[in-house]
């Protein structure tokens, strides 16, 4: 059965950071790619980061140069790093691989 467990979230101020993790079981981890999504209320789900099984990365342009995504195979876990924290990256964040599978998300809450 195929897990994926958010954590990490959290309230934040302004410019602040926060990293949250996804660990996953179930499937094979370090053959997949894996993709963090957003929620924002009353807003549609979207994609923020992307990565790779091989490592590649692709990111929404309004995370670009403040969002890391990252993977540790070792770990069956992804990871994305979340600098200079806007009021406008508040929303419910989720990791999802190639089978659509999801976890519960993550609050993130960034304040002014």
């Known amino acids: 059965q195929v897990h994926l467990v958010e954590s990490g979230g959290g309230l934040v101020q302004v410019g602040g950071s926060l990293r949250l993790s996804c660990a996953a079981s179930?499937?094979?981890?370090?053959?997949?790619?894996m993709y963090w999504y957003r929620q924002a209320p009353g807003k549609q789900r979207e994609l923020v980061a992307f990565?790779?099984?091989?490592?590649?990365?692709t990111y929404v342009d309004s995370v670009k140069g403040r969002f890391t995504i990252s993977r540790d195979n070792a770990k069956n876990t992804v990871y994305l790093q979340m600098n200079s924290l806007k009021p406008e990256d508040t929303a419910i964040y989720y990791c999802?691989?190639?089978?659509?599978?999801w976890g519960q998300g993550t609050q993130v809450t960034v304040s002014s």
């Open positions: 990565i790779s099984r091989y490592g590649a990365t």
């Open positions: 999802t691989n190639d089978a659509s599978d």
């Open positions: 179930g499937f094979t981890f370090a053959s997949a790619h």
